[in-house]
């Protein structure tokens, strides 16, 4: 049972590290890539967006999400991983929230899942 756990749990996180990294990463790189993911989003939330300017609320999301895999891929610190899995449970129930389903945010559902089910398995 606990073989199975374990790589239960290693499944999720490296799952959840590949795409938080690749997408951390990737607005890092090349923030003007990801003008089209800032929209749709309530009156509040834009005024933030606009107030601190898109380019920096990327980078901040890019570096934020660059933290979540490290954290996933760090055996030694499970607690930091679950608050880390709390909060991309956060951010992609937001994101469904916020931006609602579409073509493209259907696909959160999944990570949510996963982030959800880490959380609690850790």
Do not use: C
Request: charged share 10%; glycine share 8%.
């Amino acid at each position: 049972m606990q073989k199975n756990y374990t790589y239960a749990v290693w499944s999720l996180r490296l799952g959840l590290a590949a795409m938080f990294g690749y997408s951390g990463i990737d607005i890092l790189l090349h923030p003007t890539a990801w003008y089209w993911a800032v929209r749709g989003l309530p009156l509040f939330v834009q005024n933030i967006i606009n107030t601190i300017g898109i380019d920096t609320y990327l980078m901040l999301q890019g570096a934020s999400e660059v933290f979540f895999a490290l954290v996933f891929l760090l055996w030694m610190w499970p607690r930091l991983t679950r608050v880390v899995a709390l909060f991309a449970a956060v951010e992609m129930a937001l994101i469904l929230l916020m931006v609602g389903v579409d073509s493209i945010t259907f696909r959160d559902f999944g990570p949510l899942g996963a982030a959800i089910a880490l959380f609690f398995l850790l």
